[in-house]
């Protein structure tokens, strides 16, 4: 179940990524930078 469709990504302070949250959850890039993880 979602929870919004849309999602905001800050780096320092300014909007750097924005869009629909499940094209969000699913960049690999978004992921490595922001979230620490690895894409598999």
């Known amino acids: 179940r979602e929870v919004t469709d849309s ?7 300014s909007i750097v990524h924005h869009g629909e949250s499940k094209a969000l959850l699913i960049d690999d890039q978004i992921a490595q ?8």
């Open 7 to 13: 999602a905001w990504v800050m780096d320092s302070g």
């Open 33 to 40: 930078i922001y979230l620490g993880e690895m894409p598999v």
